[in-house]
């Protein structure tokens, strides 16, 4: 049973949330403050953390940061503040997802099942398969989609798995042009329930660790008033 933490110092939204993703299936744990939050987070016991932005204690950006330095199961950011930039700072620091207060809880169910979904198949390891059918190389970029790693001029970087998840559909689809929505239903699993802050954070985030010069992308281009290409050349 996939097991989730949900890091929310108001209990009523937090047991909410607890009884629809238990009566999907799912082992829920509660913190109600950031410091425990952050605690039980880093044992690395869960499988998806669903984390409040505003926490006592110690604030769910801090902890989203925190936690990504050693993990890298889905990170799902809630919080009743809808600004551009309050997005934009939560997907910076590896957050997966920021869903925006108040939201259905089947649209919570939704996207936790689409997050885990995704990541279970991206690490699904094939203990059967040739080695060398999982790597994957486009310009100075090598990844290795057994191990997870993705290699820039030979020198291992850090991904986030939705970060990885994008490269490797770019690099498996050149020359292909995509919109912001289509990136968000095939990668994110969904269709565009939210707005597509969370590609183009993600696309910045690619740009700065694969380009030359990010202010001058050469490999992820844009399409403008269209979307996005990946240079196949």
Request: hydrophobic share 40%.
């Amino acid at each position: 049973m996939e097991r989730i933490l949900i890091v929310e110092d108001d209990q009523a939204i937090a047991e909410l949330e607890r009884d629809y993703l238990e009566l999907s299936g799912y082992k829920v744990e509660i913190a109600t403050d950031g410091e425990t939050g952050l605690d039980m987070g880093l044992t690395g016991q869960y499988d998806l953390i669903l984390l409040d932005v505003m926490l006592p204690r110690l604030s769910g950006l801090e902890i989203c940061e925190e936690l990504r330095k050693k993990m890298e199961q889905p990170i799902l950011m809630v919080s009743a503040k809808k600004e551009d930039i309050d997005k934009i700072r939560a997907l910076g620091l590896g957050a997966d997802d920021y869903i925006s207060k108040p939201f259905s809880p089947s649209e919570l169910v939704a996207r936790v099942k689409a997050h885990l979904s995704r990541y279970k198949r991206l690490t699904q390891v094939d203990n059967e398969g040739n080695s060398q059918a999982h790597l994957i190389t486009a310009h100075h970029i090598r990844l290795d989609t057994l191990a997870h790693k993705v290699f820039i001029l030979d020198q291992e970087v850090v991904f986030t798995t939705k970060e990885f998840e994008l490269l490797k559909f770019f690099i498996e689809h050149p020359n292909q042009v995509f919109n912001k929505d289509d990136l968000f239903e095939l990668i994110w699993g969904m269709e565009a329930l939210s707005d597509t802050t969370t590609v183009v954070v993600h696309v910045r985030r690619l740009r700065e660790k694969i380009e030359f010069d990010s202010n001058k992308p050469r490999l992820i281009e844009t399409i403008w008033g269209t979307g996005y290409r990946f240079n196949g050349e």
